[in-house]
Structure formats: C-alpha cells, structure tokens
C-alpha cells in the first residue's frame, strides 16, 4: 500500500509518500480501506521531534489514528458482517496517514446513516475533544463566551454550540476570510486577532458587557489578551497551545479578579474518552446540530497539509483522502 512515513524528525518535508507492506487483521481486529484519516496540530510538533504531548514514536512511523473508510476484511475471529461497513475510529494503526489500516473491532463505529467518512474523522476526536470541553465549560444562555482560534476544528464547533444555547458569542480567529467564517456560524461578534487592537474591538462591540468565559486554543500572546477581556468572576479555560507558546494567569490576578482558572486540555488528555462519548459526538452531527468543517488534502501531499496546518493557513480540521 502507499502511505507517508516519517523516518526522520524534522520539516514536513520530511515525510514520505511511498510503499510499504500492507497491515494484516489480527484477531479481533478488521482491515480498514481509509477514505479520510484526520490530521491534528499536536503531530506537527511530533514530526519535528518536540514533546509537548504524547510520548514521540519510534521511526520510522505513520502517523494519524483518525481514521474512516470502509471495511476491507477482518481477522479470523471477527463476524463478516463487518466487511463492507462504514467505519470510523480513532485507534488505527499503523495511521491514518496510509491507504490501509487496522484497528480493534472494539473500538471502531458504524458511521450514522447522512455522515460522511472526512465529518465523521473530524468528529472522532475533534468532535469528542469539543464536548469535553463543553462539558467542562457548562455555558449557560447567560454567558458572553469568547473564543479563540474561532475558525478551527473545535472553535467552530464550540461556536455553533454557544449560538444554539443562545449566548452571547465573541469569535476571533485569524485574517478577513476566517472571520467571515465565524460570523457566519452564528457568533454575535467576529475579530481578527491577528490586528494590533482586537482585544479594544471586542470591547467597543460589546458595549460595556464583560466576556465571562474564555474557551482559548492558542494560548500564547493572544490568550493574555483574551483573559485580559474578562470580567471579575469569569471563567479562563485553555484547549491547547496552537501559537506553541504557553500562557498560564498569574495566581495573584486570578485571586484578584476572582477568575477561575481550568486547563482542560490536561483533564481530557488525563481522562479516558469512551465509546459513549464518540458515539455523542457522532450523533451530534448526524442531527445537523453541530456542522463539522474540514479542508482535504490528497495523501501525497500530506507534507503540503503539515505545512498549511503549521502557518495556520487552513479552514477546520485537516483532512487526508486518497489520491484520485
């Protein structure tokens, strides 16, 4: 099969689209034919050798456990009626990043009947990874929630949430076009944190309304300028770090403003995502009630998609499908 393999820590370039053996089903597990498998920042990081998650692979390595497609054949123990299934799972092995895949038939999903296989990968852990988050958060329709990197896989999905539960929603992401795409999720107000005076604008539109919830994903200078925004007892609650740059309040400050502080990233990473809460999220966007966006790239050029991910010059979650 062709598949992108990583043999060396580094640039995107760095990762190879070339043929290796095909992966055979084991007991208990079947042969996923992969129509989407997912990509997430975090192994933009790992493919340049950073530790700032889980653990790096031994090399060479295919990345991505995100993966959707259609079941091609199943180990020996394992009922046929699986073969031709639309599956999805976030456990497959070797990764996504490949024409084929295996995964424990355990812990892979029949797809809803009206989703497709690249919104239900997104979902998979995007998806889940967002209603953690949400649960987390416990908004309620009282709430002016401000949240960063609007227009990403998550953001977007934490913004329709918040507009359906009828709070007051501050979206900002990076550049005209991503803006727009938040504002036409329902956010109330869309800013370009990439201005100097985004946080003033925020301010400006809410017209004295204090923000007092915080759901940041990229930490860094932008999430000091988005707890900056928040009023004495809100809630800052950080997703990630996509500027790679972590910032954490000062104890005295929170004390001060009565500010609560939660990384959510660690409780859901220190948790254990089950079946129920996947099978949520899938169902979530079966219903149309949360509208997963995505960008794809063709296989072959998963190292084009690294780099897009990294300069944060994509749409949504990033998406590899097989090559025409």
């Known amino acids: 099969m062709r598949a992108v393999v990583l043999h060396e820590f580094g640039p995107a370039e760095n990762l190879r689209y070339e043929t290796v053996p095909d992966p055979v089903p084991g007991p208990g597990e079947v042969l996923v034919s992969v129509r989407a498998a997912g990509v997430h920042q975090i192994e933009t990081a790992m493919r340049e050798g950073l530790t700032i998650g889980p653990p790096l ?18 180990g020996p123990d394992v009922d046929d009626s699986w073969i031709g299934a639309d599956v999805v799972t976030a456990h497959g092995r070797p990764g996504g990043y490949a024409e084929l895949a295996v995964a424990d038939v355990s812990a892979v999903h029949r797809i ?73 999720l329902g956010a109330d107000v869309a800013v370009d944190y990439d201005l100097p005076r985004w946080a003033g604008t925020v301010r400006e539109a809410l017209g004295g309304r204090g923000v007092t919830v915080v759901l940041d994903g990229v930490e860094g200078e932008k999430g000091r300028a988005a707890f900056g925004l928040l009023t004495v007892g809100g809630r800052y609650i950080t997703i990630g770090a996509a500027s790679r740059t972590e910032f954490r309040p000062d104890a005295a400050e929170l004390k001060e403003r009565d500010v609560r502080f939660t990384d959510a990233l660690s409780l859901l990473l220190a948790g254990q995502d089950t079946p129920a809460d996947e099978t949520r999220a899938l169902a979530h966007a079966a219903a149309g009630e949360l509208v997963p966006a995505f960008q794809t790239f063709p296989l072959s050029r998963t190292a084009a998609a690294h780099a897009a991910l990294e300069s944060r010059q994509t749409t949504g979650k990033v998406v590899l499908v097989p090559d025409a």
Do not use: Y
């Not at 060479?60 to 091609?72: L, N, S, Y």
């Not at 908004?139 to 998550?154: C, H, K, M, N, P």
């Open 112 to 184: 809803p009947d009206g989703l497709g296989h690249e919104a239900a990968v997104t979902m998979i852990v995007t998806g889940t990874t967002a209603i953690g988050l949400l649960d987390i958060a416990a908004l309620t329709s009282d709430d002016v929630v401000l949240v960063t990197s609007a227009a990403g896989g998550i953001g977007r999905l934490v913004v329709q949430f918040a507009h359906r539960l009828g709070a007051t929603v501050v979206g900002a992401a990076g550049g005209p076009a991503k803006v727009a795409a938040v504002r036409g």
């Open 57 to 74: 692979p031994e090399l060479p390595a295919i990345f991505g456990g995100e993966v959707a497609g259609v079941v091609a054949a199943v």
